[in-house]
């Protein structure tokens, strides 16, 4: 099972043409909680089955996810105030995506500042500084890794992507995967999103935990190998 292989949180999304959110993502919460023991993050952008997949959820799960947009903020964390959860919140607002790292450190200051009005833990808030392909721009996996610095140094917030984005349409997947994973880490990422059947990637977040010394006398890479 991905619990087995390393995974630390299952996503649990149910979207697809003629699913009724509402009714199967409570029900898939109830169905995986039976045999999993971590936590849920609950990824859908249907407000009403978040909030009853929120009822029924065990433990503290996450939500999968709001934007800097104001619209979508009016919506998510008032829901993370009422269940005491953690959110995922992504880097674009109205503007869009924008190709610039300040930009991007702007609009998760913003963010702060709006779960701050709603008194929610910064704790709770994993910052996504969102991930584009290099295939299509080249500057994509740099804008990403100094967003993600800036606001790590800056707001010291827990950060999250989903890594594999960066090497989308490319061949050879994998080794670009891994090196940009291993840099992310080090500009502050410690909840990446992840395959954990990818056993190399799975090694590469251990390697790059021991060197940025966050694995005291080497425990949970020398349990790994």
């Not at 249907?46 to 619209?71: F, H, M, R, Y």
């Not at 999250?160 to 670009?176: K, Q």
């Amino acid at each position: 099972s991905q619990v087995e292989q390393g995974a630390a949180i299952i996503d649990i999304n149910v979207g697809a043409m003629g699913v009724d959110e509402v009714a199967a993502l409570p029900e898939a919460v109830r169905v995986v909680s039976e045999v999993v023991g971590v936590p849920l993050c609950l990824d859908s952008s249907d407000p009403q089955a978040l909030e009853a997949a929120l009822k029924v959820c065990p433990g503290k799960p996450l939500i999968n996810s709001t934007t800097g947009e104001e619209k979508a903020l009016d919506i998510i964390l008032p829901l993370a105030r009422e269940f005491g959860v953690a959110v995922i919140a992504l880097c674009h607002d109205e503007e869009g995506i924008v190709n610039d790292p300040e930009k991007r450190f702007r609009v998760a200051e913003k963010i702060i500042r709006r779960a701050r009005d709603y008194h929610l833990q910064e704790a709770n808030i994993l910052i996504d500084p969102l991930v584009l392909t290099v295939g299509a721009e080249a500057t994509a996996g740099v804008v990403s890794l100094n967003a993600a610095c800036l606001i790590s140094e800056r707001l010291g917030l827990n950060l999250t992507m989903g890594a594999s984005n960066v090497s989308f349409g490319l061949p050879n997947r994998h080794f670009i995967n891994n090196n940009f994973l291993a840099m992310a880490i080090w500009c502050g990422v410690n909840a990446p999103i992840v395959n954990p059947a990818a056993k190399e990637l799975m090694e590469t977040i251990l390697a790059a935990d021991l060197l940025r010394g966050k694995d005291c006398y080497a425990a949970r890479y020398i349990r790994h190998c």
